[in-house]
């Protein structure tokens, strides 16, 4: 059965800081389930993150 991770457990196993986290995800740089208000990371999802991500361009 697969884990689900919280924003802390996520960002603990990550080793980056939890609003770093939260960013990556307001941004849609790492995927995540919703479950009403509560957010919730797989070991997939947290896989997703060190995929090399698009280059966008800057102004």
């Known amino acids: ?9 996520a960002a603990a ?3 980056i ?4 986290l939260r960013r990556w ?3 849609g740089r ?3 389930h919703r479950l009403g208000r509560k957010v919730r ?3 997939e999802d947290l896989a ?3 995929k090399p991500a698009p ?3 800057r102004r």
């Open 1 to 9: 059965m697969a884990r689900d991770y919280t924003y802390a457990e």
């Open 13 to 15: 196993k990550l080793r």
């Open 17 to 20: 800081a939890e609003t770093t």
């Open 25 to 27: 995800v307001s941004k």
């Open 30 to 32: 790492i995927p995540c």
């Open 41 to 43: 990371f797989t070991d």
């Open 48 to 50: 997703a993150a060190y």
């Open 55 to 57: 280059a966008t361009a």
